[in-house]
């Protein structure tokens, strides 16, 4: 059953046009998934629930949220149904529907969560696969760079558990990326600074978060890139061959902690206001994925001054001329300022991955991969 279902939601594009019931099938999929996590949230809150969503589930949006996802995953299935001559994604997302309606008419217990001293984000994984899987599988059905690469490309199974991993792990990632920075707040009197930065406008605090965040990131990218050992850790981000919004996520874990660390640094000691990093936190969610898409966009005027998709898929590329390339996340004036800006006109990278390495699929084989004893050059 889900070969069958692999195969059918990997249907090449020529297979599934307009109208065909595909697009209402995938979604009505990722609506019933979307659902079986809110029913486990529902039942396991403690477990399952980060701390700052608490007020949200108090006041149990989640029910009516689940609510809401089994009605939009039923009418959808229903319509997918109507269209689809196969029939089985339809089937799938019914099935899906029908039997989280019957797991959420089971009574919760009351839901009152307190701080407890372990948790994994699964609520966080919901919204992102909500908000951001919602927005970008039409977008790329609709607007592709490559038109034969299907919405669910090969090795999308575990970009999508990359994706649950670092969700679920939130609570641990959070830790480590706080460290450096309190490290810094307990070392350093940055108390003027602090003062200062806390006065501007709420705009500006935003953007000067993001030239911040944007110049460390800078360098600690192109160090992953130069630095042989580290590098083994990047290629694993590198070897998918197939961009879209799930690319994005495949990094290692020890890549994640100490890329997130460094980057936050600026971002939590220099006196910026808590809404202001939120406002940014949310940029960062929607543009990385934005950045990795397989959205093919002339966005020529916005290009020379924000990284685009065609920017960043060119840092991505395996041909000679986009090594070592293209490193800014935000900005491509860092890649002006250091000689490693390459954006030719018109054009986009023939093909992507790590030349001359044969990463191993799968998420436990590339975990241990790194620490593997094996050649590997920066960049290739």
């Keep these: 059953m889900w070969k069958l279902l692999v195969k059918e939601l990997e249907r090449p594009r020529d297979k599934r046009p307009f109208g065909s019931g595909w697009i209402s099938g995938t979604l009505s999929i990722l609506a019933g998934i979307t659902a079986f996590c809110l029913i486990a949230i529902r ?7 980060m ?31 109507l269209l689809d001559r196969r029939k089985v994604l339809g089937f799938f997302g019914l099935a899906l529907a029908v039997i989280g309606a019957l797991l959420s008419s089971v009574d919760a217990e009351a839901i009152g969560i307190s701080r407890q001293s372990l948790y994994f984000g699964l609520d966080y994984f919901v ?107 990047h290629s694993i981000h590198h070897s998918t061959k197939r961009l879209d919004w ?23 000691t220099l006196g910026f206001k808590a809404e202001a990093i939120q406002a940014y936190l949310l940029v960062v969610y929607f543009y990385s994925s934005f950045v990795h898409s397989n959205v093919g966009w002339n966005l020529k005027f916005v290009e020379r001054w924000l990284v685009t998709p065609r920017f960043h898929h060119w840092h991505h590329g395996s041909e000679r001329e986009a090594i ?27 093909k992507y991955g790590v030349a ?3 990463v191993p699929r799968g998420y436990w084989r590339q975990f241990i991969y790194p620490f593997q004893k094996k050649k590997i050059t920066p960049g290739e």
């Design 51 to 81: 701390p700052e969503f608490a007020g949200v589930h108090a006041k149990d949006y989640s029910t009516i949220a689940l609510r809401v996802v089994l009605a939009i995953g039923y009418g959808l299935a229903l319509l997918s149904l």
């Design 43 to 49: 039942a396991f809150p403690e477990t399952f629930t």
């Design 246 to 268: 799930l690319a994005g996520a495949r990094m290692h874990f020890l890549e994640i902690a100490i890329l997130r660390g460094l980057t936050a640094v600026p971002m939590f």
């Design 356 to 358: 001359g390495e044969d």
């Design 324 to 350: 070592d390339i293209n490193y800014a996340v935000h900005f491509p004036l860092f890649d002006w300022l250091f000689g490693t800006y390459h954006l030719p006109e018109n054009k986009w990278p023939d």
């Design 127 to 233: 919204i992102n696969v909500i908000v951001i899987g919602f927005l970008f599988i039409p977008l790329e059905r609709f607007f592709p760079h490559k038109g034969d690469q299907t919405v669910f490309r090969p090795e999308w199974e575990e970009d999508l558990f990359y994706y649950l991993v670092s969700s679920m792990l939130v609570q641990i990632l959070s830790f480590l990326t706080l460290a450096p920075a309190n490290f810094v707040n307990t070392s350093f009197d940055l108390t003027d600074i602090r003062t200062y930065i806390g006065g501007l406008p709420f705009v500006v605090q935003v953007i000067i978060i993001m030239f911040a965040t944007d110049l460390v990131q800078y360098w600690v990218h192109r160090i992953f890139h130069t630095v042989p050992f580290l590098w083994r850790f």
